[in-house]
């Protein structure tokens, strides 16, 4: 790995030749991702993508280049062409933008304990071990129409100097397991599917035993026969639960991306609506930045890839919008606090807004409670594929649930949908579970692929069903 830094002073020179700021980071992606379908292996990829970035502010612009050689020489030739091209822009024509001032930080750390008590598992263990999870799923469930079975890791390792003085390493490992079955039923094919894992190298989060994992693919089993008896939801708006993964996703899709402030800017609604009531008094939402009660969160940044320490942000605090999600630009601009939201995925991306773990806080509802309170409504969980916009406006896949009628549970659910508008939604939330959950696995799409964290608890609101 380059070691960033013998080149400091440069940084800092680079920065004063531009009158305001450089920066330059060296990045590794190691990406893996292998699926058997059916018992046949399907998809093996394995790639790395490593290089150096170099980005310069001056007169209200950004200028960058990156190279895909990270060496010293490499290094400063980015350095010198982010430089140029930052007061090319600015020399054309000047603009108002600044960047807030944040204190020096320094951070260094890596995730990849696995290395230093496991040893690595070769292709060929990760390919057995697959084979080994297909057999178990086809002895164990034959009337199954198809099963998959795939495993995903992505270790991202970052090195960062500014030239206000901050520095940062990092490892940051996740993996995971994916298992999908599909079963025969008379309206046609239906299909379950669960994750398991988190942060830490794939062979800390995915046991190589397929035996450990029986429990869990009943689980499925019993999730995906129901299904194949299931029945179709009434159309209309009703009282609902939506579990924590699905009330996860809206919170990032639906109302985490409204008050990115590079969005705010472009004309997202939450534009207008700081310090207003936006939600029931009973939400909360909250950026974390890398722990949430003690315990690290799916994608823990100790400093964002501006150099700014990043901090938890209260972005909804007992139903009132407080602030944006902001990089060192956009906090001048509206005047807030930079909390550590510039991300970058690749060494050849610039850092754009991102979330980090994104979560509802837990209320003091008990599920049980909040089942027996619905009289004719549903409670839905295991969110598919959807779309939300700035707006706030959503619709997305809820791909398990069932009947709730009369306080008691009912049928199972066939693959529904929810829409609606997120701050609407949000302001009918009545009732919050005491309990917590974390999905691990996801990826943000804006621009450029990002993993993210999204949690929280399950939420009682009324919401518009898709169905017959």
Not at 43 to 67: C, D, K, M, P
Not at 135 to 141: D, E, H, N
Not at 331 to 343: I, L, M, P, S, Y
Not at 350 to 369: C, F, Q, V, W
Request: net charge neutral; glycine share 8%.
């Amino acid at each position: 790995m380059l070691d960033l830094s013998s080149l400091k002073s440069e940084v800092v020179s680079a920065g004063s030749s531009v009158d305001a700021y450089s920066e330059i980071r060296y990045q590794e992606n190691l990406d893996l991702r292998m699926t058997m379908l059916n018992g046949q292996l399907v998809s093996n990829l394995q790639e790395s993508s490593r290089g150096i970035s170099a980005r310069s502010f001056s007169s209200g612009y950004w200028g960058f280049s990156s190279h895909s050689s990270p060496t010293k020489d490499s290094a400063r030739r980015a350095l010198k062409e982010a430089a140029r091209n930052a007061s090319f822009l600015g020399g054309k024509k000047s603009k108002k933008a600044r960047l807030v001032s944040t204190p020096t930080a320094s951070f260094e750390r890596s995730y990849a304990t696995a290395s230093n008590s496991k040893p690595v598992p070769a292709t060929s263990e990760w390919i057995d071990f697959l084979k080994a999870m297909d057999a178990k799923i086809l002895a164990r469930y034959p009337s199954l129409k198809a099963r998959s079975v795939t495993i995903s890791a992505l270790d991202m390792e970052k090195q960062l100097l500014t030239s206000n003085g901050s520095t940062l390493y990092s490892l940051v490992p996740r993996g995971h397991l994916h298992v999908s079955m599909i079963k025969d039923s008379a309206h046609g094919p239906v299909t379950a599917r669960d994750v398991r894992g988190g942060l830490g190298q794939l062979q800390d989060t995915v046991s190589l035993d397929p035996n450990s994992y029986d429990a869990w693919l009943d689980k499925i089993y019993e999730m995906v026969s129901a299904k194949a008896e299931g029945v179709i939801p009434q159309a209309g708006t009703f009282d609902v639960i939506l579990d924590a993964d699905l009330a996860g996703i809206l919170a990032h899709e639906a109302v985490g991306h409204t008050v990115e402030a590079d969005l705010v800017l472009g004309g997202s609604v939450a534009g207008g609506l700081l310090q207003a009531p936006v939600a029931s008094p009973l939400i909360s939402l909250v950026d974390f930045a890398h722990t949430y009660q003690g315990v690290t969160a799916p994608q823990p940044v100790h400093i964002d890839d501006e150099g700014v320490e990043a901090k938890d942000t209260i972005i909804i605090e007992n139903g009132v919008l407080k602030t944006f999600m902001n990089n060192r630009e956009t906090a001048d601009h509206f005047e807030q606090a930079a909390t550590g939201h510039a991300r970058a995925f690749t060494f050849a991306d610039e850092p754009l807004i991102r979330m980090r773990n994104t979560a509802i806080l837990p209320g003091k509802s008990k599920l049980d409670a909040m089942i027996s309170s619905i009289e004719n409504g549903y409670y839905l969980a295991k969110p598919g594929n959807g779309q939300a916009d700035t707006t706030g406006e959503f619709m997305f896949a809820a791909c398990y649930g069932f009947e709730i009628k009369n306080g008691k549970r009912g049928r199972t659910l066939r693959d529904s949908t929810i829409s609606g508008v997120a701050f609407e939604m949000l302001k009918s939330v009545s009732m919050v579970s005491d309990d917590f959950a974390w999905e691990s696995s996801g990826y943000c799409g804006k621009k450029q692929p990002m993993p993210v964290g999204m949690g929280g608890p399950a939420i009682k609101c009324r919401v518009q069903v898709g169905g017959q």
